[in-house]
């Protein structure tokens, strides 16, 4: 007994994440719950900005009744300061959030994964040259940027479902959002180079692009996944306080940021203004954060 | 034809310009057929040997050619690649995850045989098979192989662009003894069968005295003594040879698997 508690090693203890929120430890311990979870709540949200405002008697813009009215049965959020119905907007204003979200992660994903991999690929000065050009825009004061960025583009009105404001917003928040891409990505594709099966391609000599396409790109797809599930959160925030520096989704169209930036000037008579936009752009959050969670846990599993 | 294959001739590696040399002094000739055995401790270069052989490390100073041709300019696509192959030391690290080892081994066969899909995966079969992989198992992605299984899929791998030579690192270290027995009369039967060279490099004097011919001696990046491998292994003339051999637990030498 003696020998073997001697010989025993003792068992490693466990990686501590930066991120100690209850939801990432549950996505540690459950994975695949947390990610069905998030998805689940994320379906409600998407199908909320679909069928709410098809089958809801008011539209997003019209005076539905009187100013600042509680939530009631006739209206589920209550009204706002014009009397429109908060419920109504809340999901419109989702739908034009959502759509931006999805144009931003996917046109920055795409730009800055091309950018990354190209740079890890490349020779030693078009690497510098590219993650040089990445850390500039990193280092600026990223507001700023999309501020004057969105003040350039202020001239292009609706187009398709998006409305005014909407598209000068994505491309100001493309313009620097891809850098964190290429960042990430090249620091991974750099990690999978060294790795023998990279090394085995070459020597097999298969061309660049081969690499790339086959062999780089697949395994570096669950990390960015992960990444644009997280970057889905912080896009939402980016657009959602547009508004309060006067960029982003114009008037009288809703977006959750001026939602909840119109609610604020009466708080405390008429919480509800704010309050339900802000609660359904948490919900939104926490199921985010759960799909990204589960989908690190997997990567930090699969690592060990 | 020369049966001359691979011929290193006063090679330097270093693994950037003005750092010390990893090895140097190296010469050696490998023909066809035959098992020539790399060994030393950790650190002795050779490894970066083996990354030399395989043309992934260019000589600093001197030549290493395959087939009389050195690899230093050689086009991606020159069928002189064929005739070297590696087999890798860590059979985790060495396969895509993301692909099947049917996969894996049709990919190559498409890349130099040009060959449609469909015949690619049959031919991928065949190889699989040859060394010991077949049915449902060649479906799996790596993570759902165990490591001797692995090690033959990266065995296939090479396999499939016919070499004449293959460098095998360390291919046994990562895996149980019962398993690099296995690995090991793999390897043996590989080379009766196709003819082929094999060059090994190991820490482990039992396996190379079990697999290879010849073998050389490195220490410090210079090879210290070489010869045939049996006479070499019973009787060393250099000091360090001699420590190697006297460091080995439970002697006699011979490998039984």
Known sequence: ?304 | MSDLLLEVTDAEFRYAKGSAPAATGINLEVRAGEAVGIVGESGSGKTTVGRGLVGSLHPSAGAVLVQGRPWKGMRRRDPVRRVVQMVFQDPYASLNPMLSAQATVAEVVRVWDGAKADVATVRAEEILAEVGLSGEVIRRRPAGLSGGQRQRVGIARALACGPQVLVADEPTSALDVSVQANVLNLMLDLRARRGLAIVLISHDLAVVDYLTDRALVMLNGKVVEQGDTRTLLQHPSHEYTKTLIGSIPGKPLAFSP
């Open chain 1, 1 to 304: 007994m003696t020998t073997a508690s001697l010989t025993q090693t003792p068992a490693p203890a466990p990686r501590k994440h930066w991120l100690r929120l209850p939801h990432w430890r549950f996505a540690q311990r459950r994975p695949r719950g947390a990610l069905a979870l998030g998805l689940a709540l994320l379906a409600l949200i998407v199908l909320a900005t679909i069928f709410v405002p098809m089958f809801s008697p008011y539209t997003a813009t019209e005076i539905a009744g009187k100013p600042l009215m509680p939530p009631s049965l006739a209206h589920l959020f209550g009204t706002d300061t014009a009397g429109r119905d908060v419920f109504v907007r809340t999901w419109v204003g989702g739908r034009n959030d959502l759509l931006m979200v999805v144009l931003v992660v996917v046109a920055s994903s795409a730009i800055g994964t091309l950018v990354g991999v190209v740079a890890s690929m490349s020779s030693q000065l078009t690497d510098s040259i590219l993650m040089r050009l990445t850390d500039a825009l990193i280092s600026f004061p990223g507001m700023i940027i999309v501020m004057a960025i969105a003040l350039v583009f202020s001239g292009v009105g609706e187009v398709g479902p998006f409305p005014r404001g909407a598209l000068p917003a994505v491309i100001a928040i493309v313009a620097i959002n891809w850098a964190s891409y290429t960042r990430l990505v090249r620091g991974e594709a750099l990690s999978l180079r060294s790795r023998d099966f990279i090394t085995a391609a070459t020597l097999l000599g298969y061309s660049k692009t081969r690499i790339i396409v086959r062999h780089l790109l697949p395994n570096l797809a669950t990390t960015v996944v992960a990444y644009m599930v997280v970057d889905a959160i912080v896009a939402v925030v980016t657009i959602a306080g547009m508004p309060f520096i006067g960029a982003g989704i114009q008037p009288p169209a809703p977006e959750w940021g001026s939602l909840m930036l119109a609610g604020s000037t009466v708080l405390y008579s008429a919480w509800w203004v704010t309050v339900m936009p802000g609660l359904v752009v948490t919900v939104y959050g926490i199921a985010l954060s759960l799909i990204a969670d589960s989908l690190l846990a997997e990567v930090d599993g699969g690592a060990r």
